[in-house]
């Protein structure tokens, strides 16, 4: 079983910035693809970002284009998403997801999910 644990999420003003990680353990692992979603209240969860071990080529949603940046550690299966001028609208609970689809941008393309961190940007 492999478990992916998240840490980084809080309270922040708006035009602050965020730390989010996840780290993956348990039986031996190389997920192609690692990514961050988010949900908010009566929305669906949506891609923020995500990283493919091959390549690594990362792809990002159009919201957080310039101010999100993912990355991977691959030796410590660990991926982060650095969160910079952030706002209101990016206020949701932040799911790390890993899996070994060649698929990336739909939740059922992943097969491991973290416990998720909330992320609340106070205007």
């Known amino acids: 079983q492999v478990q992916l644990v998240e840490s980084g999420g809080g309270l922040v003003q708006a035009g602050g910035s965020l730390r989010l990680s996840c780290a993956a353990s348990g039986r031996a692992f190389s997920p192609n693809f690692m990514a961050w979603f988010r949900q908010s209240p009566g929305k669906e969860r949506e891609l923020v970002a995500a990283?493919?071990?091959?390549?690594?080529?990362?792809y990002d949603t159009d919201s957080v284009k310039g101010r999100f940046t993912i990355s991977r550690d691959n030796a410590k299966n660990t991926v982060y998403l650095q969160m910079n001028s952030l706002k209101p609208e990016d206020t949701a609970v932040y799911y790390c997801a890993a899996g070994i689809a060649y698929s990336y941008r739909a939740p059922n393309d992943y097969t491991y999910w973290g416990q998720g961190t909330q992320v609340t940007v106070a205007s």
């Open positions: 990283h493919q071990r091959s390549t690594g080529i990362t």
